[in-house]
């Protein structure tokens, strides 16, 4: 049985990234939200394009504004009238202002923009009452960005601010990481699709639907092959399919339920026979029988134990993390574990690494996790509704007091 950070070192260490050269597609900006960059992108433009104004107000030369005072203004000619989005026809000359708008072009001649609140126009003439700094609220050619250099790396998510710079880049057709393909499949014969007439003992494969969530907010494809009975050629074949290097299918495999001991256990036993095994159960509380293998082509394959809060629980701990990895984040794409305060006591047996359900909150600026009302014992489904956060209590850990500082994993981050 390995430790959690074990497991989680032996996860990450079968985890290879997908290519940034053949695992690759393009996609309009557009519909490029949430999307891992698999280049980096380099633009031709400046940022600014131009020097411009930050400032409705007046382009003049600093040298005839240097010091005027409310008193003694200056009193320059207006020659020209500057919106954003024109270019300025005239040079500037001793003695002239140019009327300008914010974001428009700095005309020729100009180095300063004097800002509207402390001038007064006077017909084609305007007075400036209070002498500007050198060069103030100009927006110089390229000094946000030079044309030339890397503007986004590699392996980031594309989310609002980037959307912004590659729109204003003109990048409008993104080379990005694929999806991920993440396969999906149920073992137990007591499991039916949601839409079934439940017959004595039966019950629905939640976890099916649950994990096709969890992997498509993970912005990964879900790949479902449904329910596989208890059967042990029947689930071998299937696991054998979906591991197989021609499926060409799906880079993780995830099963839930028959990995524990039981005589309808068959996921362990199967794995083995296929070789790869690298990890039989980990030391946690709930998620002890938790199997991992890897396949060639870098297929992962995770064995989830079938309780639903268990099936979860690893989900969120180890599968969340190697699908990140997976996906061509560069960075974060570790697990989210945060500093917060118990609200309630806690409680272990101490065995081994124990993972309590809940909601983190931010309470007048500080994290707080609230455990999830209702009984915390792996079978129980309904209460993992609305859990936002997992608390973690070391192995040997028997209590947490309310107000104690526990480690939390944020598992919606
Ligand atoms: P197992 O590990 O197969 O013995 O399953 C442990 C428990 O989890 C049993 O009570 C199963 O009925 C339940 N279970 C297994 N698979 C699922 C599933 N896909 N959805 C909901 N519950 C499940
Ligand atoms: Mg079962």
């Known amino acids: 049985m390995q430790s ?18 053949f695992d690759t597609e393009t996609v309009d900006l557009l519909r490029a939200t949430g999307r891992i960059l698999a280049k980096p992108i380099t633009s031709h433009l400046d940022f600014p394009h131009w020097d411009n104004s930050a400032m409705d107000g ?19 000619s207006i020659i020209e009238e500057i919106p954003a989005g024109y270019q300025p026809k005239s040079t500037l000359q001793a003695g002239q202002a140019a009327r300008i708008f914010t974001g428009a072009v700095i005309p020729t001649g100009a180095d300063t923009i004097v800002m509207q609140e402390v001038t007064q126009r006077e017909d084609n003439q ?13 927006r110089k050619k390229a000094s946000y960005y030079q044309a030339g250099n890397e503007l986004l790396p590699a392996g980031i998510i594309l989310n609002a601010p980037e959307i912004a710079v590659l729109a204003a880049a003109q990048c409008n057709h993104l080379c990005v990481y694929r999806k991920p393909k993440v396969a999906i499949l149920s073992t137990g014969d007591e499991l039916v699709t949601v839409d079934k007439t439940l017959q004595p003992g ?8 649950a994990l096709i969530a969890n992997v498509q907010q993970l912005g990964a494809e879900a790949i479902s092959y449904g329910i596989v009975p208890d ?8 696991i ?46 709930p998620g002890k029988p938790l199997t991992v293998a890897a396949f060639p082509n870098n297929k992962i394959y995770f064995g989830l134990p079938g309780n639903p809060a268990s099936a979860l629980v690893t989900f969120w ?12 984040l560069s960075e974060n794409w570790r697990p989210a574990i945060i500093k917060a305060k118990a609200s309630t006591e806690l409680h272990s047996d101490g065995k081994r690494e124990t993972y309590i359900w809940g909601k983190l909150k931010l309470i007048n600026g500080e994290y707080e996790f609230e455990i999830a009302g209702g009984n915390q014992v792996s079978g129980n489904l309904i209460n993992l509704a609305q859990t936002n956060a997992l608390a973690i209590l070391p192995k040997e850990t028997k209590s947490i007091l309310p107000g104690q500082q526990i480690n939390v994993l944020n598992v919606l981050s």
């Open 4 to 21: 959690v950070n074990e497991a989680e070192a032996i996860i990450y260490s079968l985890v290879q990234p997908l290519d940034s050269q």
């Open 58 to 76: 007046y382009a003049v030369r600093y040298e005839d504004v240097s010091d005027c005072n409310a008193q003694n203004p200056a009193i320059l």
């Open 126 to 138: 305007v007075l400036i009452k209070a002498a500007p700094k050198p060069k103030e609220f100009i």
């Open 202 to 209: 039966q019950i629905v494969d939640s976890n099916n639907y």
């Open 231 to 238: 059967n042990e050629e029947i689930l071998k074949a299937t």
């Open 240 to 285: 054998e399919k979906a591991v197989s290097k021609s499926s060409g299918g799906a880079d993780i495999i995830i099963s839930s339920g028959g990995v524990s001991v039981g005589e309808y256990d068959y996921v362990e036993k199967i794995l083995e026979s296929l070789g790869g095994i690298h990890i039989r159960s980990v030391a946690m509380k």
């Open 317 to 328: 701990r180890f599968v969340q993390p190697a699908i990140k990895k997976l996906s061509g």
